[in-house]
């Protein structure tokens, strides 16, 4: 016999999102850093972040409502998603703060600007591993989020964070959002490879 479940109602505006958020998880983050069209630079976490697409390779971020980042990809149309690490754990929080658009993040929260190769927007320097990427197609709404798809231009990993294979996931130590205020960190890591399916040949024991 299954565990007994609890029905759980929608908010007073119809809507399951504060029980959906803290189901759907863990939920890595994509830490974005954009360009003004005024020269201002913004840094964000957005933690609604995965892979759109690999031939093209192309990330996708949503940002819920309309904010800098969005503003300035639209204007710009460059973007880079910077890896979030554990040890920057209270900066990124901090850069989910209101800032007005004139105050920039990088700033305001003591991170380091470091240039990028393909795109104007900057790099965090202290983080490990940095996407940069540029507008695929314009923004989808979908109700009060905005799906941004950027196609990768440039992928820069920290030199100890890689392996023979390519980047190491222990050596990255990303963060990750949980549910209400929680962060979670790795924990058990497992490795298994894919089982393809194969027709057997009736010939193939034959002498």
């Known amino acids: 016999m299954g565990a007994m479940r609890t029905d759980v109602p929608a908010d007073r505006h119809g809507s399951f999102a504060r029980v959906v958020k803290n189901l759907v998880l863990p939920r890595p983050i994509a830490w974005v850093s954009t360009l003004s069209a005024a020269g ?3 840094l964000a976490p957005h933690s609604f972040f995965t892979v759109a697409s690999t031939t093209p390779t ?10 800098d980042s969005l503003r ?27 800032y ?25 320097a202290e983080s490990p591993a940095a996407i940069e990427c540029r507008l695929f197609r314009d923004p989808l709404q979908i109700g009060d989020g ?35 205020d929680e962060w979670g960190e790795l924990g058990r890591i497992r490795s298994i490879r894919r089982i393809p399916y194969r027709v057997a040949d009736p010939e193939a024991d034959l002498p």
Request: proline share 6%; charged share 20%; aromatic share 6%.
């Open 100 to 124: 007005p658009a004139e105050i920039s993040e990088f700033d305001a929260v003591g991170l380091t600007r470091e240039p990028s190769l393909t795109v104007a927007a900057p790099r965090v």
């Open 146 to 180: 905005f799906l941004v798809f950027g196609e990768v231009t440039h992928v820069a990993v920290a030199e100890e964070a890689m392996g023979e294979r390519g980047p190491v996931v222990q050596r990255l130590h990303p963060i990750a959002r949980l549910g209400h």
């Open 72 to 98: 300035n990809i639209r204007a710009t149309g460059e973007f880079v998603v910077n890896l979030a690490p554990a040890e920057l754990f209270e900066q990124i929080n901090a850069t989910s703060t209101d």
């Open 58 to 67: 192309v990330v996708q971020f949503v940002s819920t409502g309309e904010k």
């Open 40 to 42: 201002v630079d913004n």
